[in-house]
């Protein structure tokens, strides 16, 4: 064994018993950090000014509720854990874009009620940042009568530096933005609403 071989050695023995491994993103906090801009290619709204959303609490239906992202580039796996609620995160995203498309989200004396479930909410990381969000939207009138339902899905991919926590919370805040302005064209949506006035 050469004297260069024998240093590389040690020095891996050394990193493993001082536990100098990469350091794993664990129990991080949600941040928006969309690169996209909200009104670019901004949707048609028209007979939804006139409806007052309630938006109750999403549900969280993945298997994995802390994980939101993983790096699948070396022989080991290496994950990103969120220690926020990220049904709640969803929810007050939600709630603050619609308002800033200039809809009216209300507490109580609602026209429509929105339900959310989320489906999916994950980035994975090779070469590069793939983001994909679903959501499972429904909107009922005020006596619980489904007017519409239908999933919402948005997705990004970008490039970055290999497992940047930044990439992670850009590539995520782009899929969720899409998710939710996508609905907005959502003309089927806007249909059911029509129909809902008459």
Known sequence: MTKKLI???????????????????????????????LYSGSP???????????????????????EIAKNVEGSREKPVTTKDDVAMWCTDR??????????????NQETVTLKGEILNFYVTEDNLYRSNVGIRLTAED??????????????????GRSYSLENYYESISDAYLEAVSGWLNNQEFKNALSQKLR
Request: with cysteine.
């Open 7 to 37: 240093a590389l050695t040690l020095l891996a023995a050394v990193s493993v018993a001082c536990g100098c491994a990469p350091t794993l993103y664990s129990d991080v906090p949600l941040i928006w950090k969309p690169t996209n801009d």
């Open 94 to 107: 939600f709630k603050t874009i619609i308002k800033q498309y200039g809809l009216t989200v209300v507490d």
């Open 142 to 159: 005020p006596k619980g009568k489904v007017l519409w339902q239908g999933l919402i899905t948005g997705n990004a991919k970008r490039f």
């Open 44 to 66: 048609t709204l028209t007979g939804m000014y006139s409806e007052k959303f309630r938006v109750l609490p999403f549900v969280d239906l993945r298997s994995s509720k802390k």
